[in-house]
């Protein structure tokens, strides 16, 4: 299954609403995850099956889906947020990731 | 709380075995609903997953790399590996040691990752 994610690279400034989408080839159900990642770490589990947030995760934070497309919104970016965000799919084998999305300032 | 921890050689090279140990601190490997998983990240790329260790016998790996690859648990129960057979430089990456499980539905325990070189 391949996730397409887009935009590449999204350029705002803190404060601002940050949308991200994320594509599924065919049906992942709700099996989507979102992940965060800054620079010489490991990613950070955000959202879980496409709208449930992890533990400890602010609420400005939330995901959504319509079918095969799936959203990533931060609803004020605050300046810990500048990253890259992975979707990955655990609904069929093997288990995929989109290319990443860079929300950089 | 959980914790994992990658450990192995930095570089490894061409056509060699890449091999890395997980350790792993405060859950049993054993148990159920549990995967442990190991995945790569290409120097500026996205993330592979590589595949899983299920209740310390049961395997599942990513096509891709099938063939290459051996997941598995030590006698200790707190360590599994990873083994990568016939290295090319495309196989130089950071690699994580990782958890998923039925209860949190993605991978929400990972290593801080570590690179391994291909390379003569």
């Known amino acids: 299954i391949v996730l397409t994610q887009s935009p590449a690279t999204l350029s705002l400034s803190p404060g601002e609403r940050a949308t991200l989408s994320c594509r599924a080839s065919?049906?992942?159900?709700?099996?989507l995850i979102w992940y965060q990642q800054k620079p010489g770490q490991a990613p950070r589990l955000l959202i879980y099956?496409?709208?449930l947030r992890a533990t400890g995760i602010p609420a400005r934070f939330s995901g959504a889906v319509s079918g095969t497309d799936f959203t990533l919104t931060i609803s004020s970016l605050e300046p810990e947020d500048f990253a890259v965000y992975y979707c990955q799919q655990r609904s069929g084998w093997p288990w995929t990731f989109g290319q990443g999305t860079k929300v950089e300032v | 709380q959980v914790q994992l921890r990658e450990s192995g050689p930095g570089l490894v090279k061409p056509s060699q075995t890449l091999s890395l140990i997980c350790t792993v601190s405060?859950?049993?490997?054993?148990?159920?609903?549990?995967?442990w998983s190991w995945l790569r990240q290409r120097p500026g790329e996205g993330l592979e997953w590589i595949g899983y260790?299920?209740?310390?016998?049961?395997?599942s790996y990513n096509p891709s790399l099938k063939s290459r690859v051996t997941i598995s648990v030590d006698t200790s129960d707190s360590q599994f590996s990873l083994r990568l057979s016939s290295v090319t430089a495309a196989d130089t990456a950071v690699y994580f040691c990782a958890r998923d499980s039925d209860f949190a539905r993605a991978f929400d325990i990972w290593g801080q990752g570590t690179l391994v070189t291909v390379s003569s």
């Open positions: 260790i299920y209740t310390r016998v049961d395997t």
């Open positions: 405060g859950a049993s490997l054993s148990n159920y609903g549990y995967y």
């Open positions: 065919q049906s992942v159900g709700s099996y």
């Open positions: 099956d496409a709208s």
